[in-house]
């Protein structure tokens, strides 16, 4: 509200012990973050926004991430009178978001007063003004400072659009109007369909049942019991972690600021390391960084605290000395320096170099795919409770992978998997985030916990989260396409590139699974498509949904629109002649069976009334320079099962008791 405060220069009431003032809301009422002109005994009575006047016009304006209940990214109030030939007698341009307190822009309010509105530069020079005025330092809170400037000359624009408009009626065109339309929101509607079943079926067979998720009302009431919901047990210690702040680098530790710290316990780091250091899927990770860290958010070392915020304010207090190495942090830079997997996949099929030689036409270009955070919302989080004989252990950890969760905390507590018991019950959401992302923490933990001989709990904050765990895998595509003159692809040569980080992980089955996704759903008779994986220094990128497949169809959704623009043929019409039919093969070598996507195409291309829609939203573009909208279809051909075909299977113990009741033991987990 305090630029709509500041533009209508409001008048705040104030009182206090020796009297009351009033004074008006503007640039001097600020004095800095957080502090106001206010005498420290006064308070705020009352504010009085005061009526327009004939030919005064005031709109707000706010952009956020979200529309609504967001913080602003940059938010204005623009308030102009004009008088008589549309000259400036007022002008008030207050803005949030371009400091670190409310402003007011007050050169270019004096650059436009005597201004007649409808002049040709006044446009320009109050953007020029602006410009100059509203710059945001590279270094200030939130950042993007480029576009936070691009917001403020923004708002002024609609603004002038919408008081030339007030001025004078129908003196703008409708593109332009289009910049002052205000933001409508539809009602939001939705619909579930299901099949009912026969009522021949009896009561306990619950197949093809709409079935609510068993836990569904305590997930949405919050009576579901997630991991830190735990009660904390006698003695139970706090993990601080203290991470790595470098890509590449040797460090040594200095942690003589906590010794004498209170509630601080003890600091766990790899030489507490009873068995193997060594971890990860491929057991080219460490449990603690030794010596050497290879990413940013690397765990170096543990501290062990009384409560969370001792140990996270302890974590920050120990000092690691770094010396940078060489790093290697893109795709591009990893393909110049030579860092990749020893892993590769290569599929071939027919010869895609005759191919590419007799197509009428040939296209080269590239396309890539960026990482993404997985942003479950509960974080990574770990109970480590050590039992005081044998070296038996009990975890409790959000995790989609118990198994490995188990071995690898025995690995490095030097005992026989059997005395690991891991569990988990349900977890805060994953999407493949905690398929193996996780160990790094539960295994650390549990190293810190046999050290202390005590349980020891771990809930990471957001950020420390995000700077520990890994994202999808970037790729990088670069291809060579041949098509007839009519637009059937008839070869296709493509090297994919991925950006595993600085650990295999699941690099390895993901690009197996983006190699066979890489012609999607169209037919391809001869390419060679090659996988490589990138070695990096970030944090390791892991399983994420889609596996790897998103990625490849994204670069064959890419080729084929080139082509589509290229030889300026309808997308949808090129994606058809394309699509693959009973018979043909993949670039894998499959042959497809029973194959039902050119029904589905055709049936989707009638439900949703396509070319109507499309025929509309191109009126609409022609209508909007501002705000424009789009429509596709694409189809989707995705592998199910695991590439790893030992995994397709599972097992379950069931026990049944005389009251008629079961207790069910599997090795799955409840992702929510």
Not at 4 to 10: D, F, H, T, V, Y
Not at 27 to 49: A, D, H, Q, W
Not at 498 to 506: E, K, M, P, Q, R
Request: glycine share 8%.
């Amino acid at each position: 509200l305090n630029p709509i405060l500041m533009a209508c220069r409001s008048e705040l009431r104030l009182a206090s012990i020796d009297g009351q003032r009033t004074i008006i809301m503007g640039p001097s009422f600020f004095r800095g973050y957080r502090k106001t002109c206010l005498k420290p005994n006064e308070i705020l009575v009352s504010i009085l926004i005061p009526f327009t006047q004939e030919r005064e016009y005031i709109v707000a304006y706010k952009q956020a991430r979200r529309r609504e209940d967001d913080i602003a990214i940059v938010n204005a109030c623009l308030c102009v009178k004009l008088g008589n030939e549309e000259t400036v007698e007022k002008c008030y341009l207050a803005y949030g978001g371009m400091s670190y307190i409310s402003v007011m822009a007050e050169n270019t309010q004096k650059t436009l007063i005597g201004k007649k509105w409808s002049d040709d530069d006044l446009l320009s020079s109050a953007c020029s003004s602006l410009a100059d005025e509203m710059v945001v330092a590279p270094t200030a809170p939130g950042g993007m400072p480029d576009y936070r400037l691009s917001l403020a000359l923004s708002f002024f624009y609609k603004f002038y659009l919408f008081v030339s408009e007030q001025c004078n009626p129908g003196s703008l065109s409708l593109t332009e109007l289009s910049a002052t339309e205000p933001f409508q929101q539809e009602v939001s509607k939705s619909s579930q369909g299901f099949q009912r079943v026969s009522t021949s079926q009896q009561n306990t067979d619950s197949v093809g049942r709409p079935l609510m998720h068993l836990s569904g009302i305590k997930q949405s009431t919050g009576e579901a019991k997630y991991i830190d919901d735990l009660p904390h047990l006698e003695n139970e210690l706090y993990a601080g972690l203290v991470l790595s702040e470098r890509a590449h680098a040797t460090f040594t530790i200095d942690s003589t600021k906590i010794e004498k710290m209170e509630g601080v316990h003890d600091i766990v780091t790899v030489k507490d390391v009873p068995g193997s250091n060594m971890s990860g899927l491929f057991g080219d990770e460490h449990v603690f960084a030794d010596g050497v860290v290879t990413c940013v958010g690397q765990i170096i070392a543990i501290i062990l605290a009384k409560d969370k915020a001792t140990a996270q304010r302890a974590a920050k207090k120990v000092t690691i000395n770094y010396t940078d190495l060489p790093s290697v942090i893109t795709i591009e830079d990893a393909i110049a320096a030579g860092k990749f997997h020893k892993v590769t996949f290569r599929s071939i099929q027919g010869d895609v170099q005759t191919a590419l030689s007799t197509s009428h036409y040939t296209f080269e270009g590239s396309m890539r795919s960026g990482a993404q955070e997985h942003f479950y919302l509960e974080t990574n989080v770990c109970l480590a409770i050590p039992k005081g004989e044998d070296g038996e252990m009990e975890i409790i950890a959000s995790t989609q992978h118990v198994d490995r969760t188990q071995m690898f905390a025995a690995k490095a507590l030097g005992v026989p998997g059997n005395r690991i018991v891991a569990r988990v019950k349900r977890i805060g959401g994953g999407f493949g985030g905690k398929e193996s992302r996780n160990f790094p923490l539960t295994t650390a933990v549990a190293v810190a916990a046999h050290k202390a001989k005590v349980p020891v709990r771990v809930m990471l904050d957001r950020n420390e989260d995000m700077m520990f765990s890994g994202m999808r895998h970037p790729f990088l595509g670069v291809y060579k396409v041949g098509c007839t003159k009519e637009g059937k692809i008839t070869g296709l040569d493509i090297k994919l590139y991925s950006n595993a980080g600085y650990s295999s992980d699941l690099s390895v089955p993901v690009l197996e699974r983006a190699v066979m996704h890489a012609n999607n759903a169209y037919k391809v008779p001869h390419s060679d498509i090659l996988g490589k994986i990138c070695m990096t220094n970030l944090p390791s990128n892991t399983a994420f949904r889609g596996f790897g497949g998103p990625q490849g169809m994204l670069m064959m959704e890419a080729i084929i629109d080139r082509l589509a623009y290229e030889i300026n043929i309808d997308p949808v019409e090129l994606r058809y002649k394309n699509l693959c039919r009973d018979g043909d093969k993949t670039t894998y070598g499959m042959t497809i069976n029973d194959c039902h996507v050119e029904r589905c195409w055709n049936k989707l291309l009638k439900s949703s009334e396509y070319y109507k829609r499309r025929t509309s939203i191109e009126d609409f573009n022609k209508k909007n320079c501002w705000k424009k909208r789009g429509i596709a279809i694409i189809p989707t051909m995705y592998g199910i099962a695991f590439g790893l075909t030992a995994l397709n299977q599972g097992g379950a113990l069931v026990h049944v008791y005389k009251d008629g009741s079961v207790l069910l033991t599997h090795g799955g987990m409840e992702m929510g």
